[in-house]
Antibody, heavy 123, light 107 residues
Framework: QVQLVQSGAEVKKPGASVKVSCKASGYIFTKYYMHWMRQAPGQGPEWMGIINPSDGTTSYAQKLQGRVTMTRDTSTSTVYMEVSSLRFEDTAVYYC????????????????WGQGTLVTVSS | EIVLTQSPGTLSMSPGERATLSCRASQRISSSYLAWYQQKPGQAPRLLIYSTFSRATGIPDRFSGSGSGTDFSLIISTLEPEDFAVYYCQQYGNSPTFGQGTRLEIK
């Protein structure tokens, strides 16, 4: 069965960086895009960007351009998402989620989600 | 950026009733690129409907989607106790965005 397992909660100071991992299993890792979303307390989800695990190409939300980096390691079927120059408003639960269609189809909805990683930015 | 506005913000209904949730886009979107998700407290969202009409794997047929252009709806034909949750619409045609959610609560 498809599983996405994320790394644990993080507490960071403003200006620091955070890197969250998402290990995939139960399917062919390179066949499906991986999306990252985040959800601030009491808000709807926010799409952050997408990575093609096959070739590593990425596309980021304009709001986060320059502060977010997504990478992948095909040897461990793991994707990573790093946010730099953290601000208080980056406090949220961060999710990885698999696209429902195989690469190289365009952006799709997502079906399987990780369990979420709480990132707290606090001084 | 395409803004999605969901209404109502909160919907109070009883099990057995029919629920209709709305999602309005700030500009026209293709029916191929509209999805609905259900989220319960402490859980990740769950995909219900994609491409406006198509049910995701394992989703009961009491859930259905409709709409076109800028106006879309999620219909739950007969509410079950487990359906009370928050629902989000999402467009994924260009730089995906989500609505702010509709909370479906027990009356």
């Amino acid at each position: 069965q498809v599983q996405l397992v994320q790394s644990g909660a993080e507490v960071k100071k403003p200006g620091a960086s955070v890197k969250v991992s998402c290990k995939a299993s139960g399917y062919i890792f390179t066949k499906y895009y991986m999306h990252w979303m985040r959800q601030a307390p009491g808000q709807g989800p926010e799409w952050m960007g997408i990575i093609n695990p096959s070739d590593g190409t990425t596309s980021y939300a304009q709001k986060l351009q320059g502060r977010v980096t997504m990478t992948r390691d095909t040897s461990t079927s793991t994707v990573y998402m790093e946010v730099s120059s953290l601000r208080f408003e980056d406090t949220a639960v961060y999710y990885c989620a698999r696209g429902i269609v195989e690469v190289p189809a365009p952006i799709s909805s997502v079906d399987y989600w990780g369990q979420g990683t709480l990132v707290t930015v606090s001084s | 950026e395409i803004v999605l506005t969901q209404s109502p913000g909160t919907l109070s209904m009883s099990p057995g009733e029919r629920a209709t949730l709305s999602c309005r886009a700030s500009q026209r979107i293709s029916s191929s690129y509209l999805a609905w998700y259900q989220q319960k407290p402490g859980q990740a969202p769950r995909l219900l409907i994609y491409s406006t009409f198509s049910r995701a794997t394992g989703i009961p047929d009491r859930f259905s989607g409709s709409g076109s252009g800028t106006d879309f709806s999620l219909i739950i034909s007969t509410l079950e106790p487990e359906d009370f949750a928050v629902y989000y619409c999402q467009q994924y045609g260009n730089s995906p965005t989500f609505g702010q959610g509709t909370r479906l609560e027990i009356k």
